[in-house]
């Protein structure tokens, strides 16, 4: 069975420093202080290290043969967004990022979807930037959760998603710049507690706004099962019956309406939140990811989903065919 990972992130061996080409900023770059290992610094500081699985096309085609998963869909890691920066400076390192997704792509078509990355801080740009992807053959794009600490509900970005409708790009929305993450430090709080809700602020913002009500064709997938969505949607809706005044301003459609019209991965890492979420959302809307090559991610691909015992249509949906209608794109393109 063809198996798609919906959620892995990738970046180019080599970057400019930014930092100094553009003369200001913490922007991300790569020391490659020793074989098969790079320093991510954003600045002068530390961020994490990465191992050559994430710049290494044919290392990670490799890897994913162990779990006989064929397509890794890519997209860049959420810091490199860059929003906060000057905005042609953002468009100029996104133009980066997506042209080493597109040689990619044109590489091993068999192995690789890329989805892009904008500048959502300016919509003229960024709009521009997806007419480019698009006719190169990128599947859509990333974003984050919030820009810059506005939600995605800001009018400033409808434009956005509207061009994105209009090209049937795919978007993947990505917990990132976490609220509260200067109070959390510790604990990795801002990965455990500020990312699931990232997202369910973004999924919110996307219904409360109206935003799916005005654009049906627009396909979402929120990252992470949707993060705390799902889970605490019972207290969403009881918020939207009870406080109309506060949470229907903007879109008078019951937010438990749009369940299965937007898409969501698999990284649960818990087989009963899984089952909870595919009785929500239907087989057809959640997707095989894994966060790879991260480790709060599922490095085993959808081992434990092999584990359910689902049956086999639902295993089917979960690995390509709910991907497929996201990414508008054939199983049959990826056979040999
Ligand atoms: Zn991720």
Redesign the pocket.
């Known amino acids: 069975m063809l198996k798609i990972d919906a ?1 892995t ?1 990738i970046l180019p061996k080599k970057m400019p420093n930014w930092s100094e080409k553009f003369g200001y900023g913490d922007f991300i770059y790569l020391q490659h202080h020793k074989k098969g290992f790079a320093k991510m610094m954003r600045g002068n500081q530390f961020f994490r290290e990465i191992k050559e699985n994430c710049w290494d096309a044919r290392v990670r085609i490799e890897e994913y043969e162990h779990f006989n998963t064929k397509v890794q869909v890519v997209c860049t890691i ?1 810091v490199m967004f860059s929003y906060w920066a000057k905005p042609l400076d953002c468009l100029d390192l996104s133009r980066f990022l997506n042209d080493h997704l597109v040689d990619l792509v044109k590489t091993f078509p068999k192995n690789y979807v890329g989805l892009g990355t904008v500048p959502m801080q300016d919509a003229d740009l960024a709009i521009e930037e997806l007419h480019r992807i698009k006719k190169e053959g990128l599947a859509g794009i990333q974003i984050g959760s919030n820009i810059n600490d506005e939600n995605l509900s800001e009018s400033k970005f409808y434009s956005i998603f509207e061009a994105c409708a209009t090209l049937g790009l795919a978007v993947m929305v ?1 917990p990132w710049n976490m609220m509260g993450e200067k109070q959390m430090q510790r604990y990795w709080l801002p990965w455990l507690v500020g990312m699931p809700a990232e997202t369910a602020r973004a999924v919110c913002s996307l219904i409360f706004g109206g935003i799916f009500e005005r654009l049906p064709h627009l396909r979402v997938m929120f ?1 992470h099962a949707g993060g705390s969505f799902l889970p605490t949607l019972g207290r969403i809706q009881h918020g939207f019956d009870c406080r109309p005044d506060l949470v229907a301003i903007d879109n008078p459609v019951n937010p438990k309406s749009y369940l299965g019209k937007f898409w969501i991965d698999s990284v649960t890492h818990d087989p009963l939140l899984l089952e909870y979420v595919l009785k929500l959302q239907g087989s057809k809307r959640v997707m095989l990811g894994s ?1 790879y090559p ?1 480790p709060l ?1 599922d490095l085993e691909i959808g081992r434990f989903i092999e584990d359910m015992h689902l049956p086999p249509n639902v295993k089917e949906d979960i690995y390509c065919n709910a991907a497929a209608e996201w990414l508008q794109l054939t199983k049959e393109q990826f056979e040999k």
């Open positions: 959620h992130h959420p990505h990252a966060d991260f991610g």
